[in-house]
């Protein structure tokens, strides 16, 4: 059974920064692309990057790009976000997932597996 367990949010302030992880199990981690989303209250989930399954290629909304970086460690089973100059705006609750990396006909896209999401790991941005 495919279990993501997302951890390190927090609060932050602005400017600051935070490093969430992703531990997975239930499935062969090395054989899989992940992907990072967010959800703010009242809005829709929104997709934040991506890394490929050996971690040579990563995407980012352009909201984080700049500020944030993905990486993975495939002999411990961990994906994880590093958060730097955090804005208001990142506070959300944070969610990793396997994914899918597909050509739209226009540009690279990233597509959630259909795994049930996690508890999340909830980002608080605040003076």
């Known amino acids: 059974q495919v279990q993501l367990v997302e951890s390190g949010g927090g609060l932050a302030q602005p400017g600051g920064s935070l490093r969430l992880s992703c531990a997975a199990s239930?499935?062969?981690?090395?054989?899989?692309?992940m992907a990072w989303y967010r959800q703010s209250p009242g809005k829709e989930r929104e997709f934040v990057g991506f890394?490929?399954?050996?971690?040579?290629?990563?995407l980012y909304a352009d909201k984080v790009k700049g500020r944030f970086t993905i990486s993975r460690d495939n002999e411990k089973n961990i994906m994880f976000l590093q958060m730097d100059s955090v804005k208001p705006d990142d506070t959300a609750v944070y969610y990793c997932?396997?994914?899918?990396?597909?050509?739209?006909?226009?540009?690279?896209?990233?597509?959630?597996?259909?795994?049930?999401w996690g508890q999340g790991t909830q980002v608080t941005v605040s003076s």
């Open positions: 997932i396997r994914a899918v990396l597909y050509w739209n006909g226009d540009r690279w896209s990233v597509r959630a597996m259909s795994d049930s």
């Open positions: 890394i490929s399954f050996l971690g040579g290629r990563l």
């Open positions: 239930g499935f062969s981690f090395s054989d899989y692309h």
